[in-house]
């Protein structure tokens, strides 16, 4: 067993993360507070690119410094998340047009979905232009975009 911690497994194109809920997460209900799910999602985004062999400080470090920043975010909320909670985060990267990616997400506790978000983000340089993706990013990504979306 390693100390690491898990960067998820993928399923077909879905990357599956799991996340514990704890004390940290909830509001003053028990819940879990509603920006909460965004930094799950944002976990599942990039643990998804980790898995898929390439991280964020990689990107950074290439000859072509690359970040992403998210555009634009769907969320709905289905049913409340709680204490010890044990959910799941399902990232699925659809199409990656020029700068542009679109991801679907879900958070799922024993199959049953929590919060939906769709998610737009968009590969910038350091200075914050959009930049088309590196070659490394294009292979990294290509196996789990859509059938019938190209690059």
């Not at 289905?78 to 044990?86: E, H, N, T, V």
């Not at 590196?134 to 975009?145: D, F, G, K, M, Q």
């Amino acid at each position: 067993m390693s100390d690491q911690p898990t960067a998820g497994r993928f399923d077909g194109r879905t990357h599956i993360l799991p996340v514990r809920i704890y004390y940290e997460d909830t509001d003053f209900t028990g819940l879990v507070y509603h920006g909460n799910y965004v930094r799950f999602f944002e976990r599942g985004r990039s643990d998804f690119l980790r898995a898929a062999g390439i991280g964020h400080a990689d990107l950074l470090d290439g000859d072509r410094p690359l970040a992403f920043v998210v555009s634009k975010m769907a969320l709905e909320f289905l049913r409340p998340a709680r204490i010890d909670d044990a959910l799941q985060v399902l990232t699925t990267y659809e199409t990656m047009k020029g700068p542009r990616m679109q991801i679907d997400q879900r958070i799922t506790r024993d199959g049953e979905v929590l919060c939906r978000a769709s998610v737009e983000a968009v590969c910038i340089r350091p200075d914050g232009r959009p930049a088309r993706p590196t070659p490394r990013l294009i292979e990294a990504v290509r196996p789990w975009l859509a059938p019938a979306d190209g690059i």
